[in-house]
């Protein structure tokens, strides 16, 4: 069983600045890749930014997080960063943890408010 440990949400004023951590541990046999996703109330889920563990490091962001947003990570931890800069209240959403490996799994989220 694969536990992913999400950290680092809270409620930020527009502009402001959070970072959010998550820690993959248990039976895990492979980390090809780990993400990170938001929901919105009454929206889907959405691809926020996605880096590599293996063959590198690509790092793929959605367009409307590219230059505000930063995706990093330690592969010895098991453990993705997302370094969230000029917040804006749109990015406001429940933003989960992603493995994709052997076996995936997902986190079970962590909320950003920003607001005034």
């Known amino acids: 069983q694969v536990q992913l440990v999400e950290s680092g949400g809270g409620l930020v004023q527009p502009g402001g600045s959070l970072r959010l951590s998550c820690a993959a541990s248990?039976?895990?046999?492979?980390?090809?890749?780990m993400g990170w996703y938001r929901q919105a109330p009454g929206k889907q889920r959405d691809m926020v930014a996605v880096?590599?563990?293996?063959?590198?490091?690509?790092?793929t962001y959605a367009d409307s997080v590219k230059g505000r947003f930063t995706i990093s990570r330690d592969n010895a931890k098991n453990t993705v960063y997302l370094q969230m800069n000029s917040l804006k209240p749109e990015d406001t959403a429940v933003y989960y943890c992603?493995?994709?490996?052997?076996?995936?799994?997902w986190g079970q989220g962590t909320q950003v408010t920003v607001s005034s």
């Open positions: 992603k493995l994709f490996g052997s076996p995936p799994a």
């Open positions: 248990g039976s895990i046999f492979s980390v090809n890749a």
């Open positions: 880096i590599t563990f293996t063959g590198g490091s690509t790092t």
